[in-house]
């Protein structure tokens, strides 16, 4: 056959048809029309390679995954980006859509191949880093890969047909742009966290995720192929069946992205009427600490802290009947109203605290000149009277009993004390004086 092309084999034996059944005949009507047919079988035997599964494959999601699984646990949105430029699954997603477009059975059993190995592989990785982690907690990277909604089957759509375009027009640089705006790997790794802490939640969420990215690039790029001339002259009925089956599969796959949509703009829109009704609610000083907004089935549940100069009585009824009337929904509240510290009160408490400041530098300074005084032990401890408030040091001497040259050792000692702490008063002082009154 005219479309074989023997150096890109398919699984197995089976030479890949770079042309689909009808190559041949596509060749010579397209050599007619302008000769882009060798074009296609280059663009096709290319597309093919890309969903090859191979140890350069294989090593490149491993990378992949542990890159977005530690990136994930860091909540690094810039390690995870990394890891959407390393994954080499946009291969076997494209050829998946090339095959299908083509009818090529050879390639879409290639793909399905590759795809399956290099997703199973993501998540043994993802799983078995988590494992070892001492780190499981919930990251706001995580929890963004858990809630797919219309939103992402439309970007990974708009992705797919980037990504044929780049794909045709050899654009390297868009197709980096379009790894990193439809995910695949980091949703991969997410599953492996939910069955690793048994979060199974998060791992359904980032598997609808994954399989709607998936799913929407390859249908993308099967439509946009067709629409090239790319596969075998069908007839009106076969194409429509073939459009038929796309949109069906992806209508089918819209019903828990429009539900998840819903419900996150409901969301959206309660956090907001409730913004607004608390902040009606609140005086012109007064502040929100922290709120926290859910919707709980036909319910929404409102916790926060609030920082007030005056209490408000009844501020969680007020809100509740407010957001009951503007949201129509059963309402929960739950406000802690804590004082907030007038100017008054600062003040006092910074003059406390340079108080507790300086008595405890006094009083390092009393024990490092305590120290240094009765170094060698030629002054004893009992000797010498520290008055930290006053910054003065009296040390008893009885020179007579000191002898000459201990006492100029004393006096050394007390001078270089002195020298070291120029605001204290270092004194000396008679130990007869001071010895009648201690009897007394």
């Known amino acids: 056959m005219a479309g074989n092309h023997p150096g890109v084999p398919g699984p197995g034996d089976a030479p890949f048809n770079a042309g689909g059944r009808r190559a041949a005949q596509k060749d010579e009507n397209d050599a007619a029309a302008g000769g882009d047919a060798h074009g296609r079988s280059l663009i096709l035997a290319s597309v093919a390679r890309d969903a090859r599964l191979d140890k350069k494959f294989l090593l490149l999601i491993i990378l992949a995954a542990a890159i977005a699984t530690l990136g994930l646990l860091q909540s690094s949105t810039a390690v995870v980006i990394g890891a959407m430029l390393v994954s080499p699954l946009m291969g076997p997603i494209m050829g998946l859509g090339f095959g299908l477009a083509?009818?090529?059975?050879?390639?879409?059993?290639?793909?399905?191949?590759?795809?399956?190995?290099?997703?199973?592989?993501?998540?043994?990785?993802?799983m078995l880093?988590?494992?070892l982690s001492p780190i499981k907690d919930v990251t706001p990277e995580l929890?963004?890969?858990?809630?797919?909604?219309?939103?992402?089957?439309?970007?990974?759509?708009?992705?797919?047909?980037?990504?044929?375009?780049?794909?045709?027009?050899?654009?390297?640089?868009?197709?980096?742009?379009?790894?990193?705006?439809?995910?695949?790997?980091?949703p991969l790794s997410t599953v492996g966290f939910g069955l690793v802490t048994g979060r199974f939640d998060f791992a359904l969420g980032a598997a609808l995720l994954f399989l709607t990215n998936t799913l929407a690039i390859a249908f993308a790029a099967t439509i946009v192929a067709r629409l090239n001339h790319f596969g075998p002259s069908l007839t009106r009925q076969h194409t429509a069946m073939q459009v038929a089956g796309i949109v069906v599969t992806?209508?089918?796959?819209?019903?828990p992205l429009a539900?998840?949509?819903?419900?996150?703009?409901?969301?959206?829109r309660a956090r907001s009427v409730v913004q607004a009704e608390l902040r009606s609610l609140l005086g012109e000083g007064d502040r929100v600490?922290?709120?926290?907004?859910?919707?709980?089935?036909?319910?929404?549940?409102?916790d926060g802290v609030v920082l007030v100069d005056r209490y408000a009585g009844r501020l969680d009824n007020k809100l509740a009947a407010k957001i009951r009337g503007e949201l129509d929904r059963d309402v929960r509240v739950n406000i802690v109203q804590l004082r907030q510290q007038t100017n008054a009160a600062v003040q006092v408490e910074e003059q406390l605290n340079r108080r507790i400041a300086t008595l405890e530098e006094r009083e390092e300074a009393s024990r490092a000149i305590l120290a240094g005084l009765t170094v060698g032990e030629l002054l004893p401890r009992e000797r010498v009277l520290i008055d930290a408030q006053a910054r003065r040091v009296i040390v008893q001497r009885d020179r007579d009993a000191e002898g000459e040259q201990v006492a100029a050792a004393i006096d050394r000692i007390m001078i270089s004390v002195q020298a070291g702490h120029p605001r204290w008063l270092i004194q000396n002082g008679s130990l007869a004086a001071v010895e009648p009154a201690t009897a007394e």
């Open 102 to 126: 083509t009818i090529e059975s050879n390639l879409i059993k290639r793909s399905l191949i590759t795809l399956a190995a290099g997703t199973a592989v993501a998540i043994l990785v993802a």
């Open 250 to 255: 992806l209508g089918i796959l819209s019903i």
């Open 289 to 302: 600490d922290s709120l926290n907004v859910r919707v709980e089935g036909d319910a929404v549940a409102v």
């Open 129 to 131: 880093i988590i494992w």
């Open 143 to 186: 929890r963004a890969r858990t809630q797919p909604t219309l939103l992402d089957l439309g970007v990974a759509v708009v992705g797919g047909i980037a990504g044929v375009y780049a794909i045709m027009r050899k654009l390297s640089g868009v197709m980096v742009g379009v790894a990193i705006a439809t995910a695949l790997v980091p």
């Open 259 to 268: 539900l998840t949509l819903n419900s996150l703009a409901g969301e959206v």
